[in-house]
């Protein structure tokens, strides 16, 4: 039971650090904004997360809730995910801001990552999770990106892209896998397939839509 609510806590903070995060990145690009704006938000999430615990505590359907809770900020990485890579990312951030966002966006991605193996341990079911290695400008890995985002609409589907070797801050999980090249997938934690996988090969490693 502490194991679980240890799990759960720690899904709170990530969704606390990321939001608090991305509004601070938010400011930093808008220089009118004011101190007391950035104190007033810090108030809110704080709040918020108070207020979430204290539910948690109260009632035994903590499972559903962190899983609703992974699948929204799932949803907000992927959608950042996009913005960093759009063609003018760098240019629009400068290329050590955009550097920063990137690394650390990568390690959000790592963090929920493991929390959705955690999530697996401790609530049961949880939907297929890919981990996918790609390489920029490298014409295997953007086909591999389409595949698997054409699977996202037919499996219940998540996937983490991180790009390969693109820092040390992030070679602990490389190291892990033992990837060495791309493109390279590992399907619910435990099956490495590295090359360019075909959706074929990929379906029949994947849960059945729930």
Request: hydrophobic share 45%; with cysteine.
């Amino acid at each position: 039971m502490r194991n679980k609510q240890f799990f759960l806590l720690n899904i709170l903070l990530l969704v606390v650090v990321f939001l608090v995060g991305i509004f601070v990145g938010d400011v930093l690009h808008n220089p009118g904004a004011s101190v007391e704006k950035i104190l007033k938000q810090s108030e809110l999430s704080a709040e918020s997360f108070i207020v979430e615990q204290a539910l948690f505590d109260e009632f035994k359907a903590s499972c559903p809730l962190a899983k609703k809770r992974l699948a929204v900020l799932s949803g907000d990485l992927w959608r950042l995910g996009k913005l960093l890579d759009s063609p003018t990312a760098k240019k629009d951030l400068g290329s050590v801001e955009y550097d920063f966002l990137k690394r650390k966006f990568h390690l959000m991605q790592i963090k929920t990552y493991i929390l959705y193996k955690q999530l697996g341990e401790n609530c049961g079911s949880v939907p297929n999770v890919i981990l996918f290695y790609f390489s920029q400008s490298d014409k295997d890995s953007a086909l591999q990106g389409k595949i698997l985002d054409g699977l996202v609409k037919d499996f219940d589907l998540k996937v983490f892209a991180i790009e390969y070797n693109f820092s040390s801050d992030l070679m602990f999980l490389e190291d892990f896998y033992d990837v060495n090249s791309t493109p390279s997938i590992i399907i619910n934690f435990k099956t490495k397939l590295e090359g360019l996988s075909s959706r074929d090969k990929i379906i029949p490693l994947l849960h059945e839509k729930s």
